[in-house]
């Protein structure tokens, strides 16, 4: 009888030393999830903030450009990354893209001429022949006055929703700024 409950105790501190082992391992990830969401918490008041400083003094075509690709690639992982947008009355286009360095140059001519054809607003049969070189792509239509623009992101797996919405705040407020 003594024997038997020597083994129930030994069972009940093993179950206990293996539940303090799980706790403390909940724990552990617990305060990763934190440290996680508080690095991200601090990146996206970062880029908050860089939207207000690039967009709070008047800005040429070319540095609109720059610090829209530039805050979009530094925020979100992509592969292509372009911006086109043109004037209505003397049609200059103002262009610039961004890629990894192992995206062949293939795939950025294909990229860079569907992003054309999404700026023209070329009929769907066209722009079907002409499929962007990545599976995943957001792209945002922009438009101010006499300008007209398009903003595009490619990479190989889908987005987030959270990275799906950023994409669009930094394009709605490019737009802003146009």
Not at 70 to 96: I, K, N, Y
Not at 103 to 114: M, Q, T
Not at 155 to 173: C, G, K, N, T
Request: aromatic share 4%; net charge negative; hydrophobic share 50%.
């Amino acid at each position: 009888m003594v024997a038997v409950i020597a083994a129930i105790l030994a069972i009940q501190q093993n179950q206990q030393a293996q539940i303090a082992q799980a706790t403390a391992v909940l724990a552990e990830e617990k305060a990763v999830a934190n440290a996680e969401l508080a690095a991200t918490r601090a990146r996206e008041l970062t880029q908050i903030r860089r939207i207000g400083e690039i967009l709070s003094r008047p800005l040429t075509a070319q540095e609109w450009t720059d610090g829209l690709l530039d805050l979009m690639w530094e925020s979100l992982p992509l592969t292509l990354l372009g911006v086109r947008f043109q004037a209505q009355q003397t049609l200059e286009l103002t262009a610039a893209s961004h890629h990894l360095p192992h995206v062949p140059a293939e795939a950025l001519e294909r990229f860079d001429h569907w992003l054309d054809l999404q700026l023209q607003d070329s009929p769907p049969d066209l722009a079907g022949n002409h499929p962007p070189p990545c599976p995943a792509i957001l792209q945002q239509r922009l438009q101010a006055g006499e300008v007209i623009g398009m903003v595009a992101a490619g990479r190989d797996e889908p987005f987030s929703a959270e990275e799906v919405e950023l994409f669009h705040i930094f394009a709605l407020q490019g737009e802003a700024a146009l």
